[in-house]
C-alpha cells in the first residue's frame, strides 16, 4: 500500500510537471511576444520592452520556465496586472469561493444519487430503474448554461423564490450564502446525478450477479443486511473511483456556472484573466486547477484501495 | 448403512416439477422428480450439464431464476414443506436448516468482509448469539474444518487464502447452524487433486461427527463412488436411475449410465486397454416435446417401444430403480468411434527440446531450470496442480512469455524466445489450444472464417471442410457463429485451428477440463484419432491424472516449478516413483465403493512461498517420505531407473520400491 503511494505521488508530480510545461507554452511561448499580448496591438513599442523586461520575457525560455516554476512552488506567484494584487493571494481566495459551490453541489448530490442509484439497480427494470437511467441520462446531456438559464428564468426571475445572483451580501449569515448558491449549484448538481447513479446502478446490478450475493440470500440473512453489507458495500468502490473522476467535470462546469451566475470563483478569475490578457493569473490558476484534479484522482485512488480489501492488502496468492 | 433405512427420510422429495419460463412458453427443467435421503446418509446426483442437476439443488431452497417457477409436488425437509413457506419463514430455514456449497467458493465469498464475519452472521442471525460470542463461535467453525490458525485467519479476506482454504470457510459456513440437510454442489470440481482429496476427507470427518444428511450434486462418478451411499441418475430433468452407489456405478442398468460410466477414463487404463465412448448426440433441449424415452434418441439399445411411451420405474430390488423396458438387456454398447486399434509409438527422433528452461517474475521462479525433450508423434502429459509452473512451461514453448534463461529447439534449431521474432514455420510448427475455448475464439465471427484465416495465416494447403470434418463438425456448424455452439463443439474448433497448418507439437493446456464427462470423451476420441492421420506431438496439460493416464505415452511431473519425474506413462504410474507423484496418485478418486479405497496419502505442511530460494528440494516441507536435513539442504538429484524413466529425489529407486509397494500391501 505504502509503495502504491509512494508511485502514485511520484506519478502526480511527473504529470503535473508535464502540465506545468504545456501550461507555459500555451501561455507564454505560442503567442508570440508576451508583452504584445499583454498590452495589446496599441502599446508603443517602449511599453512593450519594459514590460517585458518587468516580467523577465527577454531572458531565456528555460530560465523562464524554471524561475516561474519555482515561484510556483515556492508561492511567489508574481503580480496580477489586471488587477494589480499579488496572485496567489487572489487564487486562493476565488478557490475557496469555489470549493464553497463545489461542496454544495457535492454533498447534495453525492449521497442521492449513491441511494437513488443502489435502489434503481435492486430492481432492475422496475419503474424506479426507468425513472433513474431516463432521467439521469437527461439531466447529463443538459449542459449547464441551459439548464442554468432555465432555472434562473424559473425560480429567480419567475417566482422569487431565490436570489438572482450567487453572492449574498456582505455580511450575511452562512446560511443566507448557502441560500445564495442553492441555484448556482444545481445545473453542477444535474449532471453529476447521471454519472454517479448510472455508476451506482451498474455497480449493484454486477454484485446482483456474483455468487456470493447468492450466498448472502442462502444464508438466511435478513434483506437488510444483505443490501447493506453485501451489495452496498461491494457496490461502491467504482462509484467513489467515478465521483472523484467527475472533479474533473466539475471544474469545467464551474467555470460556466461562474459565469452564467456571475460567482467570483476561480472559474470567473480564470475567464476574466484570459480575455483580460492577465497571463500571470491564467498561468497560475491553470496549474492550481490542475493540481486540484489530480489531488482529487489520488484521493479516490486512497478511497478505492481502503473500500477494497485485495488492493488495500496486495495482490491475491 | 443398513441402520439408517429404518429412519424416515430427512429430505423427501415427492413428483417435483419445475419449469422455466423461456420466450413466453413453460419450458419443463425437472419432471416427476422423487428421492429421499435419511439422516447420516448421502445420495449422490449425477448427471451431464442441462440435466437439471444444479436446478434441483436451488429448487431445495426455493432459490429459483425470476422466469423459474415449481409447478407441482413437494419438498418436505425434516416436517417442514419447503413449497409452502412465506417469505420470512424460508428466511429463517435456508442456513438453519438447510445449507449448500457450490462450485466457485472464491467468487461464493464476499471479496470485502473477513471471512471470520462472514461465518459470524450466520450465528448472529440464526442464534442468539452475538458480538464476541459470534465471533469466537465462527472461529471454532474454522477450527472444526481443520484450517490452521483458525483465530488468525478468521481476520483474513477471502483473497488472502487459497482454494482449498476458501472451500473449507465456505464449508464451515454452511454447517454453522448444525443444519439438519447439506446440498454440496460439485464442491471440487475447481481445485487440485490433493486439495480434492482433503475436502473428500473433510466430508468424511462430517459424516461421522454429525448426522447431517447429504446431497452431493455432481458429474464426477469417482468422487461420488467415494462419498455417497445411494446415487440417482438424473437426464434431461428425469431420474432414470436409483440405487445404491455401488450397485448403480459397477452394475448400471439403464443405458445412459451405462454410457456414463463408459465415457469416463478409469484410473488404471492404459492407452490402447480400453476405448473411452462419447455418448453420440447432445441431451433434448428444454423445449422438445417427447413421447417417449428422454434418452431414446440417443440410445443404442432403443426399439419402438421406447419411442412411444415413456417408460415408468422398474423395480429391480429393495430401493434400487431403473426408468427403462430394456434394462435386463445386456448386450454390449455398440462401439461408436471408428477403428479398434492404437497406434503404439516406438522410440522416435525427437522433435521438440528444451534446454534449462528457466523463468522468474521478480523473485519468483515460476520455472526452475527444466529441461526436457518431446519425441515425434507422442503425446506427452504434463501434470502438477496449480502454481506448478505447467501452463507457464506450455506458454514459453508457444512463444507467449518470454523465458528468463534457457533455450528451446525445434528439430535441433533454435526458436526465437519472442513469437514476433519466430519465422512463420515455426510458428506453424508450434500450436496452442486453450482451456477456456470461449475466451479464445472471436464472437463475430463464423467458424469458417475462423479456420480460413488460420489456414491462410499459416499458408496450409488444407480447406475449411477438410479441417472441419478432421474435428467432425458439420456443414451447418462450419457456416454458424462459434457463440452459437456448444463449449465441446468450440473446444473442436480450437484444435481444428490449431491443425490448420499441420503442425509439428500442439500444445493443449486442460483442454477437456471445461467440459462435461462425456463430451470430454470426444474431445479425448478426437485427439487420439487425430493422431492417426497427423505427425503432430501433443503436450497435453492436466490436473486430471486419469486423463492423462488414458492418453499419454509419456509423462512429466512438476511441483512448484521443479520438474520432478519424467518418464513413460506405465512408470511414473508405478513404483518407484516420486513421492509427489505418489501423493497425486494416491488422490485419483476411483469407481470403487468407499470399502476398497486405497489408503491415500495426505500431505500436510506448509507449501513453501515460491519465492524461497531454499538450496534443498521443492517438495520437502510436504513429503510424507522425507528423510532428513539433506532434503532440506541440498537439491536432490536427478535418478535414473531404466527406460529413460528418471526421478529428482535424495531416495534411491530401490528404497522408494520398497516403501511405496510396503504401503499398499
Known amino acids: 500500500m505504502r509503495n502504491y503511494l509512494l508511485s502514485r505521488v511520484g506519478q502526480i508530480a511527473l504529470t503535473l510537471l508535464v502540465v506545468s510545461l504545456l501550461v507555459f507554452v500555451l501561455c507564454q511561448v505560442l503567442p508570440g511576444n508576451l508583452a504584445q499580448t499583454i498590452l495589446g496591438p496599441h502599446a508603443t513599442a517602449d511599453q512593450v520592452a519594459i514590460l517585458n523586461h518587468k516580467l523577465g520575457a527577454d531572458q531565456p525560455l528555460w530560465t523562464r520556465f524554471f524561475s516561474w516554476l519555482k515561484g510556483f512552488v515556492t508561492g511567489d506567484w508574481g503580480q496580477s496586472q489586471l488587477l494589480q494584487e499579488p496572485v496567489f493571494g487572489l487564487i486562493m481566495g476565488r478557490l475557496g469561493d469555489s470549493l464553497l459551490l463545489a461542496a454544495v453541489a457535492f454533498v447534495t448530490i453525492v449521497p442521492i444519487s449513491v441511494i437513488a442509484g443502489i435502489a434503481a439497480g435492486l430492481k432492475e427494470a422496475g419503474p424506479l430503474d426507468r425513472f433513474v437511467s431516463i432521467g439521469g441520462v437527461s439531466l447529463t446531456v443538459i449542459p449547464e448554461f441551459v439548464s442554468g438559464v432555465v432555472l434562473l428564468s424559473i425560480f429567480a426571475i419567475g417566482l422569487h423564490w431565490l436570489p438572482v445572483t450567487a453572492v449574498a451580501p456582505p455580511g450575511s449569515s452562512f446560511g443566507v450564502r448557502l441560500e445564495y448558491l442553492i441555484l448556482p449549484a444545481i445545473p453542477l448538481a444535474f449532471v453529476l446525478f447521471g454519472y454517479i447513479a448510472r455508476m451506482a446502478r451498474a455497480g449493484t446490478i454486477d454484485v446482483l450477479a456474483q455468487p456470493y450475493y447468492r450466498t448472502a440470500i442462502l444464508k438466511g440473512l435478513p434483506r437488510r443486511r444483505i443490501v447493506v453489507s453485501h451489495v452496498t458495500r461491494n457496490a461502491l468502490p467504482p462509484t467513489v473511483a467515478v465521483i472523484a473522476g467527475q472533479v474533473t467535470y466539475l471544474v469545467g462546469g464551474l467555470i460556466v456556472v461562474e459565469a452564467l451566475f456571475n460567482y467570483p470563483g476561480i472559474g470567473k478569475l480564470l475567464l476574466d484573466s484570459a480575455t483580460g490578457h492577465d497571463i500571470t493569473v491564467v498561468q497560475a490558476a491553470t496549474l492550481t486547477l490542475g493540481l486540484i484534479i489530480m489531488l482529487a484522482n489520488l484521493l479516490a485512488d486512497v478511497l478505492f484501495a481502503v473500500l477494497v480489501p485485495r488492493i488495500r492488502l496486495g495482490g491475491s496468492r | ?665
Open chain 2, 1 to 665: 448403512m443398513t441402520t439408517a433405512t429404518q429412519e424416515p427420510p430427512l429430505l423427501s422429495v415427492m413428483d417435483l416439477n419445475v419449469a422455466y419460463m423461456v420466450r413466453g412458453e413453460s419450458c419443463p427443467v425437472l419432471r416427476d422428480v422423487s428421492l429421499d435421503v435419511r439422516p447420516g446418509e448421502a445420495l449422490g446426483i449425477v448427471g451431464e450439464s442441462g440435466s437439471g442437476k444444479s436446478t434441483l439443488a436451488f429448487s431445495l431452497l426455493r432459490y429459483l431464476p425470476d422466469n423459474g417457477r415449481i409447478t407441482s409436488g413437494t419438498i418436505r425437509i425434516g416436517d417442514v414443506e419447503m413449497t409452502q413457506l412465506s417469505h420470512a419463514a424460508l428466511t429463517h430455514e435456508r442456513g438453519n436448516n438447510v445449507a449448500i456449497v457450490y462450485q466457485e467458493a472464491g467468487s461464493a465469498l464476499n471479496p470485502s468482509m473477513r471471512v471470520g464475519d462472514q461465518i459470524a452472521e450466520v450465528f448472529r442471525f440464526h442464534t442468539s448469539a452475538a458480538g464476541d460470542e459470534a465471533r469466537s463461535q465462527a472461529v471454532e467453525m474454522l477450527r472444526s474444518v481443520l484450517l490452521p490458525e483458525p483465530e488468525h485467519l478468521a481476520r483474513r479476506y477471502p483473497h488472502e487464502l487459497s482454494g482449498g482454504q476458501q472451500q473449507r470457510v465456505v464449508i464451515a459456513m454452511a454447517l454453522a447452524a448444525n443444519p439438519k440437510l447439506l446440498i454440496l454442489d460439485e464442491p471440487t470440481t475447481a481445485l487440485d487433486a490433493t486439495v480434492e482429496a482433503e475436502i473428500v476427507d473433510l466430508i468424511g470427518t462430517i459424516r461421522s461427527q454429525s448426522n447431517t444428511a447429504i446431497l452431493l450434486i455432481s458429474h464426477n462418478l469417482g468422487l461420488v463412488a467415494r462419498i455417497c451411499d445411494r446415487v440417482t441418475i438424473l437426464y434431461s430433468g428425469r431420474v432414470v436411475e436409483q440405487g445404491t452407489a455401488t450397485e448403480v456405478l459397477h452394475a448400471p442398468k439403464h443405458p445412459y449410465t451405462r454410457a456414463l460410466v463408459a465415457s469416463i477414463p478409469r484410473f488404471g487404463d492404459a492407452k490402447g486397454t480400453r476405448y473411452l465412448r462419447p455418448i453420440p448426440g447432445a441431451p433434448p433441449s428444454l423445449d422438445t416435446v417427447t413421447q417417449g424415452c428422454r434418452f431414446a434418441e440417443r440410445c443404442p439399445l432403443a426399439q419402438s417401444d421406447c419411442l412411444a411411451e415413456e417408460p415408468p420405474f422398474i423395480a429391480l430390488g429393495e430401493g434400487r430403480t431403473v426408468r427403462c423396458y430394456h434394462a435386463d438387456d445386456a448386450s454390449p454398447l455398440p462401439l461408436t468411434e471408428p477403428g479398434d486399434e492404437f497406434p503404439v509409438t516406438e522410440r522416435r527422433p525427437e522433435v521438440l527440446q528444451l534446454r534449462n528452461v528457466t523463468k522468474t517474475y521478480k523473485k519468483t521462479t515460476v520455472v526452475h531450470d527444466l529441461s526436457l525433450e518431446i519425441r515425434e508423434r507422442e503425446i506427452f502429459g504434463l501434470v502438477g496442480e496449480s502454481g506448478s509452473g505447467k501452463t507457464t512451461l506450455a506458454r514459453i514453448v508457444a512463444g507467449l512469455v518470454e523465458p528468463t534463461a534457457g533455450q528451446i529447439l525445434l528439430r535441433g534449431r533454435d526458436v526465437p524466445r519472442r513469437l514476433s521474432r519466430r519465422p512463420r514455420d515455426v510458428k506453424r510448427a508450434i500450436q496452442m489450444v486453450f482451456q477456456s475455448p470461449d475466451s479464445t475464439l472471436n464472437p463475430r465471427h463464423s467458424v469458417r472464417f475462423i479456420l480460413q484465416r488460420a489456414i491462410k495465416k499459416l499458408g496450409s494447403a488444407t480447406t475449411v471442410l477438410e479441417l472441419a470434418r478432421r474435428v467432425r463438425l458439420d456443414q451447418a456448424q462450419v457456416e454458424s457463429k462459434t457463440t452459437r455452439l456448444s463449449g465441446g463443439q468450440k473446444q473442436r474448433v480450437a484444435i481444428g485451428r490449431a491443425f490448420a497448418g499441420s503442425p509439428d507439437v500442439v500444445l493443449l493446456d486442460e483442454p477437456v477440463s471445461a467440459l462435461d464427462v462425456s463430451v470430454q470423451a470426444s474431445i479425448l476420441s478426437l485427439l487420439v484419432e487425430s493422431r492417426r492421420t497427423s505427425d503432430a506431438s501433443y503436450v497435453f496439460i492436466s490436473h486430471d491424472l486419469a486423463v492423462v493416464r488414458f492418453l499419454a505415452d509419456r509423462i512429466g511431473v512438476m511441483y512448484l516449478g521443479w520438474l520432478v519425474e519424467v518418464g513413460d506413462a506405465a512408470d511414473v504410474f508405478a513404483a518407484p516413483h516420486h513421492p509427489y507423484t505418489e501423493a497425486l496418485v494416491s488422490a485419483i478418486p476411483r469407481l470403487r465403493s468407499s470399502s476398497e479405497q486405497v489408503s491415500r496419502i495426505r500431505l500436510t505442511g506448509p507449501m513453501p512461498p515460491p519465492s524461497a530460494d531454499q538450496p534443498g528440494c521443492r517438495f520437502a516441507s510436504r513429503c510424507p517420505r522425507k528423510i532428513g536435513s539433506i532434503c532440506d539442504t541440498e537439491a536432490p538429484p536427478w535418478r535414473q531407473t531404466g527406460n529413460g524413466h528418471k526421478i529428482r529425489c535424495h531416495i534411491s529407486p530401490t528404497a522408494l520400491t520398497e516403501v511405496q509397494s510396503g504401503l499398499k500391501s
